[in-house]
């Protein structure tokens, strides 16, 4: 109980901020509290605050996205951020390169926040577990300039990062994923599979190498996303031999379910007379456009 009445005084002092100034230092100096596993209440945020278009959006996205309470649902508010269409392709763009620049990005604050002293806001291990609090170090030094706050960015939002950058900037792939391979071993597989999401923008090419490296990644599923985009370019049957070989059990069920819905819709279709249609791959499978 008292931890709901704490969330609930959280919540209104985030949607009660009168300008996203007022939000961003809510969200930045405010208790840290438990992670959510869903991101309505961060999106009812970004509508209050944003839908109108107000100004600030950008760094209202970053610190939202970024913010503990939301470390569990990061992949579906990015994804509702980008499709309020309060952001321009630029704002997009902007926000994407913004997260592809580390596992922890760094968020300046406005110069109205500094005395003149700089100060680096540090946030503690955002990698706990959800019962965890938010935890922060500050170190001063002597030379004047703004307040940083030090955000961690998980694996989803590389992922998005990497396949709206892609998406919209296809033949500066290649940029991409020279940023991807500076990050850690799970950003950089994030940032991997959200090139293989929207492999189809790419080149010949560019899509058969980096199809090549997904399928040969150490984490199964990036292989799984690759062996979806395998599926659509090679076909379901070549997928399934495949994936059948793979040493991850659950891509070899995932090949036995694609084997079996084949099977199924053969069946059918001689049973009517009708021609066969090959089935959708990621059929019997999750969404996995954020899946890492």
């Known amino acids: 109980m008292e931890d709901g009445l704490s969330a609930l005084g959280d919540f209104a002092a985030l949607f009660g901020a009168e300008s996203p100034n007022d939000l961003w230092l809510a969200l930045t100096l405010g208790a840290g509290l438990r992670s959510v596993?869903?991101?309505?209440?961060?999106?009812?945020?970004?509508?209050?605050?944003?839908g109108d278009g107000q100004p600030g959006a950008g760094d209202t996205a970053l610190l939202l996205c970024?913010?503990?309470?939301?470390?569990?649902?990061?992949?579906?508010l990015i994804?509702?951020?980008?499709?309020?269409?309060?952001?321009?392709?630029?704002?997009?763009?902007?926000?994407?390169?913004?997260?592809?620049?580390?596992?922890?990005?760094?968020?300046?604050?406005?110069?109205?926040?500094s005395d003149g002293e700089w100060v680096t806001i540090q946030l503690g291990d955002q990698t706990a577990e959800d019962t965890a609090e938010d935890t922060a170090e500050i170190s001063g030094d002597d030379a004047g300039g703004p307040l940083n706050f030090v955000r961690r960015v998980?694996?989803?939002?590389?992922?998005?990062?990497?396949?709206?950058?892609?998406?919209?900037?296809?033949?500066e792939w290649a940029d991409v994923w020279e940023c991807a391979q500076r990050l850690d071993a799970a950003g950089t597989g994030a940032a991997l599979a959200g090139m293989l999401d929207v492999l189809g923008a790419l080149s010949e090419p560019a899509a058969s190498g980096l199809l090549a490296i997904g399928l040969g990644w150490p984490r199964g599923s990036v292989r799984r996303t690759a062996l979806e985009?395998?599926?659509?370019?090679?076909?379901?049957?070549?997928?399934?031999?495949?994936?059948?070989?793979?040493?991850?059990?659950?891509?070899?069920?995932?090949?036995?379910?694609?084997?079996?819905s084949r099977?199924?819709?053969?069946?059918?279709?001689t049973s009517t007379g009708a021609s066969p249609q090959p089935p959708d791959p990621t059929a019997d499978s999750h969404p996995t456009l954020f899946e890492v």
């Open 37 to 50: 596993a869903n991101s309505f209440d961060a999106e009812m945020l970004w509508r209050h605050h944003h």
């Open 66 to 76: 970024t913010d503990m309470r939301w470390r569990r649902a990061a992949a579906g």
């Open 154 to 171: 998980p694996p989803p939002l590389h992922r998005w990062a990497a396949a709206q950058l892609v998406r919209l900037h296809p033949g």
């Open 229 to 260: 985009r395998f599926a659509e370019r090679e076909g379901p049957d070549a997928a399934c031999r495949l994936a059948a070989r793979d040493p991850d059990a659950k891509i070899r069920e995932w090949a036995e379910k694609l084997a079996r």
């Open 79 to 113: 994804a509702a951020i980008a499709g309020s269409g309060v952001l321009d392709e630029a704002g997009l763009t902007e926000l994407a390169t913004r997260f592809l620049e580390g596992t922890t990005i760094i968020w300046t604050a406005p110069l109205s926040w």
């Open 263 to 269: 099977s199924a819709v053969g069946s059918t279709s």
